[in-house]
């Protein structure tokens, strides 16, 4: 408490409830003055603490993107970093025995740092000792085992990428995990091994608490780091770990150190893993935390790797829900990183270097009810970024309150891009003149002011007459669609059938013929059926069917790559093209088989699949849809 706040709580009986503050005193005019000093100290204490956060967390935040770094001895033979001994795949013994081929032979830091920053990444997080308790650096910690000391390298190897990082204008993270397995002091071995309990025996525990901190210590002094990454914390009570004692500790070598939320909550931002969030999580600061293939370390027989396009188009939909990425990397035991990890980061570097307007210092973008796509805002809120992820001729905004006072395409100060703007505070984008880019492109649009986007806006509420009546038939098509998604289906009130044969659907000598046929051609997503996903699942225009068992969606133009789905709980029967049968294949990434956390699904159409106007794909689902949008935080086991 400061000084005031003493004086304060002295004079005054004061209890805080419910967001209201009672005070016991006779005179009303003393209640008056004590309150407003009450509420001028509760106030300034609350602004100085914000102010202080948001400051220390302003590079992090501006930052979106960061490259992970495990790098141990599990890379020897390729296993899994840790958890392959600690669930018994292999003994402990012979795991350990990697450090005798840990050899780091071609390890050039300094390229490793040029490739992390050619990609656009503005820190870097290096497991300095996993769960396996084999420190990268030269530890003088009792019993710890260093890769300088046992392994064939001989060498720290995580001071010269340090040197680099930091040479480099990048920022420096120290992953660091809480348990090791490897200590004599710590209480588990394996998932079957305990060495002792706690209660039993707590100076043993304590000499663990000593040691570990002792390994803090030395980085801390060492290596001056921007963010300490912590792992493992679910093993143990804050209480157990001395959370806070060593939060304090940290903080007496750097006071704007940036933890983690793997310290029991004594964190500063949220790290869901592996699962990009469908909803955001609530914290204002979030980084997740994803592998290009299904491993975090280097394991050559993992050919599951995303594609370039898959990682852009991740970084794209984590940037526009307002959070970082960062992005896995598992190098060899010789210190070289595989071609599929360098070919992702190159692809990276090709998009971010082009759009780095639109990625850094940007805000969460705008709701879904207003854009049927991604988005975010800059700082100041007066740029709004759209990132299309499919090559297409128009966009449109919903219940935007003012017209921008430009549009253009970031990258290509050629493309012209036509707006139109109506009484309905409708936005349409036409990009008929405009060269997309392979994976994500970026539309920008400037306002004088911060532009508003009404919740309650008046949605597009035309009949199926007038729609057919529209010679654009894309935009006819992508109007009944979204006129579906707001709640109203014209096709069936208006006599559609199932098959789309035999309608009743009335028309005049303005119908435009080519709608009629892509209704009646797509009758079944449209037959009966509503409103589809919300917000986050997937990046467009969606329709389930009656019984919720058949989920419709919309795919606008020629993709990129793949649709993604997210937070799918069901399994899929089948999935076709709507109108013309044709099945297709989909592939589901980061699906732990433990967890009930869905991965993510990805379908490939192709493109002589693709409808001209407007094409539907159907998921036949295994029952009615389950949707998973909870928050994706640590894993906590790996089986």
Known sequence: MSKSQDIIAVMLSLFIFNGKIKLYMKSSLIKAVFLGLVLSAYNTNAQVQTVDNSKKMEWFKNAKLGIFIHWGIYSVNGISESWSFFNNYINHENYMKQLNGFSASKYQPEQWVNLIKESGAKYAVITTKHHDGVSLWNSKAEKAITIPGQSLAKKNVLSPFISALKNSGLKTGLYFSLPDWSHPYYDINTRTKKRYEIKNDPKRWQNFISYYQSQLNELSSQYSPDLLWFDGDWEHTSEEWKASQTLDLLKKYNSNIII?????????????????????????????????NDSWGYQPYDKSYKTPNMIVRTLADVISMGGNLLLDIGPRSDGTIPEEQVEILKNLGRWTSKNQHAIYETTRGIPFENYKGKSSLSTSKKSLFLYLEEAKNFAKIYGLETKPASAKIIGDPSAIIKTDYNAEKTLTLNFSNVKFDKDVTVVELTFDTPPVFLKDFKKENHSLAEIMGNKNTQEAAYTIANTLYNGYNLPTSSGLTSDGLDMKIKTTPNTNQETLQWISKHAEALYETEKGLPDGHYSGISALSKDKQTLYLFVEGTPTGPIALKGIKNGIARIRVVGEGTMLSHTIYNKLYWSDRPGIIYIDIPKEKLDKQMTVIAVLLNKPIELYRENVGAIENNL
């Open 260 to 292: 983690n939320s793997r310290l029991n909550n004594h964190g500063d931002y949220d790290t869901p893993e592996q699962g990009i969030p469908v909803v955001p999580p609530q914290n204002p600061y979030w980084e997740l935390c994803y592998t290009m």
